[in-house]
């Protein structure tokens, strides 16, 4: 389940749910029971852009950052967050910055703190101790959500943002979502 989104029976993915993410949880407990240093509650962004680029089928799972900034924004507001944490596979626009901080956001970025620690265990951490997660349809990120989440939410183009309930996922091709 953490290497790809593609499994073919979800029916008995949602029936065993429950003991598949104990024994997920179980294999990854290092990863898993790490808590960031964070005290506040907190909306997670995770912008992938390198790959996604680089394929033609993924280039509409790209966002601008204008886009990226109305989802955050709202999600902020909604759900009451004052602290954003982005991660990317690319270096994220001053415009993002500048616009959080400016709206009286505080805005971390993990992995430029982190330098010396496994990616993967802070990337964890902080996924499953998220208050809510926004991104452009990650693997990687919808099936570490799963282990601890309802839901994500991902960047729209029509509307603030798009809520994506993760026991529906799976029957969502991410290219054949409503991105415009």
């Known amino acids: ?24 949880k179980d294999g990854f407990h290092e990863y898993l029971n790490l808590k960031p240093s964070i005290k506040n509650k907190y909306l997670l962004v995770h912008i992938r852009r390198t790959d ?15 886009t990226w900034l109305k989802g955050i924004l709202k999600l902020c507001e909604i ?3 004052n602290t954003v944490v982005l991660f990317s596979d690319a270096d994220i626009s001053n415009l993002i910055f500048s616009s959080l901080k400016e709206r009286g956001l505080t805005v971390l970025i993990p992995e430029k703190n982190n330098l010396n620690k496994n990616f993967l265990k802070l990337f964890f951490s902080y996924v499953d101790n998220a208050s809510s997660i926004i991104c452009n349809a990650s693997t990687l990120v919808l099936s570490l959500s799963f282990l601890s989440h309802e839901k994500i939410y991902l ?12 026991n529906k996922a799976h029957s969502l091709s991410p290219v054949c979502l409503n991105w415009n």
């Open 79 to 81: 759900k009451s967050l």
């Open 1 to 24: 389940a953490l290497s790809g989104w593609g499994l073919r029976n979800w029916e008995l993915v949602s029936k065993h749910k429950k003991k598949i993410i104990n024994n997920l």
């Open 155 to 166: 960047p729209s183009r029509k509307s603030d943002f798009q809520e994506i309930i993760l």
């Open 52 to 66: 996604f680029l680089a394929v033609e089928e993924f280039k509409e799972l790209n966002f601008s950052d204008q």
